[in-house]
């Protein structure tokens, strides 16, 4: 056994079972599949040229989408002084306590401090200041690629880091209804990639009041329901109404020659959103990767136990052959067997498996096998290609399927308080109930069960009553426990 | 006059001529062309939606090429802990008085101090050396794209910033030769893009032993001669040797089971390339693009005098015919007289205009007028797409040709002392002597003249004598004062 090989042999053997220890079931996936590793500064990680490739792809399917709706690419200072950031009650309160600070630079002692953005509303709202006059320069419609930093305590791969790759859009506008529609549309553009790109049925909708973005009038996000009951907060879109406009002074002059305040919003999804898609769709044996992310969509696996050299040359073939319609590796390294590299590239998650062998080519077929179910299926040489797009297509379809269903039946509707309680003492997945929107009764609920509403649904019926406390309810909320 | 058309008629006006003050020109033409901006940090620069554009352009075709040549993108934290980055003196001694620290965070006051990247080789080797155990993981070949901060106290838009955008590139190789060839793979990307890209003619060799990178065997370099005599610094690629492999323990088990330290390499282009560009190609009209990283290579501009309906439709059909060949914009703005908007688009640098009015409509032709030359030709309808293919690339291909004519004409050859100090006092280019390579010599150079060599060329006619002390000469290096 080479050394490479004992490496990952163990590695594959180091991942738990996926229903016996989530936790860490994730961690080792993250860690063996190469995704990221863990970087000599606390709660920082590397994001290995797998895991990038996959990031990239997420990136480049946002990124069409903000350029298709109007947005436009553009990048800001990491440092903002510490007297800007000061200027919005709320944003400071919020931001505050997870903020890293530049103190030293070029051998001295700075006279202000330098935060990290840990977000970049108050450096973009202050250079909206200045490049908005007119009615005519609305909207401004700016979104941002870049690294962020939160001084979190506990930290995990991709779900919380101390430095995070992120896309925040900022966007400025001359009506509240204008500002609005922006912030359902963008939610829009998640959901859209959450669910058709990343196979991740999500639900979408209104914050709470405690759970909202610091300095705004309501945040809207999509949450993605993870297998051990949890919700993953995976991108929010805020309505900051004029609290950004008045800190830092963002007026325009009006048709009616006014000056007023622009109306702003902000919305952002972070590389979180991939450690979603790890937890969600990865099982026992390592990663599950949508075709639409995935780097590799198939890998041609020959298999070399006699005629060694006409197995190479169909493999070669075949891989040349379905480059034309995916992204087709070739695994013809020949000091491995073809076991260990059906794991490796199963722990990867590559999407299709092509198995190539001697009586393959005696029998004029090859066979495919879907990561997803394993499921293993002989086709003809000649249906190859044809059949790999409609696979790849049906797997990112029932991906996506199956996380419907997933998220439904974990769902639970409840309306009185013992079965609410219960439900979310038995942390399965989502409890939808009505709901008084008040503070403290989240407060108790979470004192009581460990969960707080994720995104708040729809009006509640009229008459309801709160599930929790048994004042009027006024929307149905759902609860979870979240990361 | 409208508000937007009063602030952009005085920033066309306040550009200087580029002859009278290149520095407060190209200021000007960062500012007014909308490419950039200052923030309310010191030294910091906005990337603007333009400007980013363009950016994003020349990230592509970068990356592109990276990734033809085997590289893969990861990412790299932006903090290095002050012990980590303290392991490999010269590299400390080169970058120390730049580091900006961060000594705060979560509201306390951290044990160690962490260094913002002011590149990435200790944060990079110290991973490799986790990963890298045997022959077969080698060569690692890995870029970043990413931001980086060097505290700089004389900073300008793009060409030194206090944070900036860049690449950089961390390989890893077997032996000594195989990264050496990989140091000028790079550089050769690095010249490739400049030239057919960006259009600049730059001379590339070997940086002298007091110019090269800190912690670096040796220094490779890409150089654009700028208007006012002086050199661009655009891309570097470095051999580090063993250098960093020894500081940060990076080895690995050789085919002859020996354990052996690595050969490592770097190579980095920051968006300062986008200020070469800027200031190289440039006119008293503002900025001139070349059309491969123009994110308008063509506007479209009816002139409404009579008919304005047939021109806005004619102008529309005429937008939507040429974007098949290129990304052209259509400026049907009618709050704007077609002057104003000639004026705006030159000074934005949009390679091709095409004028389209009433008599236009008559004789079934379009006015385009090219950006780099101002000349205009009338062009039937029915030819304009064909013709618009055509000239694009003339105006690539131009841009380049007087670039390279722009090097050479200025690019001295001299062998005498008197000769040598008189073309160097003199600033109006590079001057191409044989040189000592003595260290000593070039501070000499440096105080009498203010010019350092920027790249070696090639070893020196056999018995030539250094042009300015006299001792032997080993090459023939290129000086000039350098930005």
């Known amino acids: 056994m080479t050394d490479a090989n004992a490496k990952t042999k163990k590695a594959v053997e180091r991942i738990p079972r996926k229903a016996d220890d989530l936790s860490e079931w994730y961690t080792q996936v993250c860690l063996q599949a190469q995704l990221a590793d863990y970087a000599p500064v606390r709660g920082c990680i590397v994001l290995r040229p797998y895991g990038y490739a996959i990031w990239e792809r997420i990136c480049a399917e946002f990124d069409r989408r903000f350029k298709a709706t109007g947005h436009h690419n553009a990048y800001f200072p990491l440092f903002i002084p510490e007297s800007l950031l000061m200027r919005e009650a709320e944003h400071v309160e919020g931001f505050a306590p997870e903020v890293a600070w530049v103190t030293q630079g070029g051998g001295e002692t700075l006279r202000e401090r330098l935060a990290l953005r840990p977000t970049s509303e ?165 990663l599950v990767l949508p075709p639409a992310i995935a780097p590799h969509q198939a890998v041609v696996v020959p298999i070399f136990r006699k005629g060694v050299e006409e197995v190479a040359a169909a493999a070669r073939a075949l891989q040349a052959e379905l480059a034309g319609v995916c992204r087709v590796q070739l695994d013809d390294r020949i000091e491995q067997s073809a076991a260990w590299k059906f794991n490796e590239w199963e722990l990867r998650g590559v999407p299709v498996r092509v198995e190539i062998g001697p009586r393959d080519l005696e029998e004029d077929v090859v066979t495919l096998v879907r990561r997803d179910t394993l499921a293993k299926e002989r086709v003809a040489r000649a249906h190859v290609v044809e059949r790999m797009q409609v696979l790849l297509r049906e797997i990112q379809d029932d991906l996506l399927a199956r996380s419907k269903v997933d998220r439904d039946t974990r769902t639970m509707r409840v309306g009185e308080r013992e079965a609410f309680v219960a439900a979310l003492q038995a942390q399965r997945g989502y409890v939808l109930a009505p709901w008084c929107e008040r503070a403290e009764c989240e407060r108790d609920v979470k004192a009581a069960t460990g969960a707080v509403t994720r995104v708040l649904a729809q009006p509640a019926e009229q008459g309801a009553v709160c599930a929790y406390c048994g004042c009027p309810a006024r929307v149905d909320a759902y609860f979870a426990r979240s990361y």
Chains 1, 2 share one sequence.
Request: glycine residues 8%; aromatic residues 10%; without cysteine.
């Open 122 to 286: 108050v450096i973009i709202g202050t250079m909206y200041a200045k490049w908005i006059q007119s009615h005519r320069d609305l909207p401004i419609l700016i979104n941002q690629w870049a690294n962020v930093v939160r001084w979190e305590k506990a930290t995990r791969p991709f779900l919380r880091t101390l430095e995070f790759l992120w896309q925040e859009g900022h966007t400025a506008h001359a009506t509240r209804e204008e500002a609005a529609e922006e912030v359902q549309r963008m939610l829009g553009v998640y959901r859209e990639v959450a669910e058709d790109v990343l196979a991740l049925a999500v639900i979408a909708g209104r914050k709470s009041e405690s759970e909202k973005f610091a300095g705004a009038e309501a945040t809207y996000a999509i949450e993605a329901l993870m297998p051990d009951g949890k919700a993953l907060q995976a991108g929010t879109s805020h309505e900051l109404g004029q609290n950004f406009a008045r800190a830092y002074d963002i007026t325009f002059t009006d048709a009616d020659e006014q000056r007023k305040h622009v109306w702003t919003t902000s919305w952002g999804v972070s590389w979180r959103i991939l450690g979603g898609v790890i937890m969600a769709h990865g099982d026992d044996n390592g």
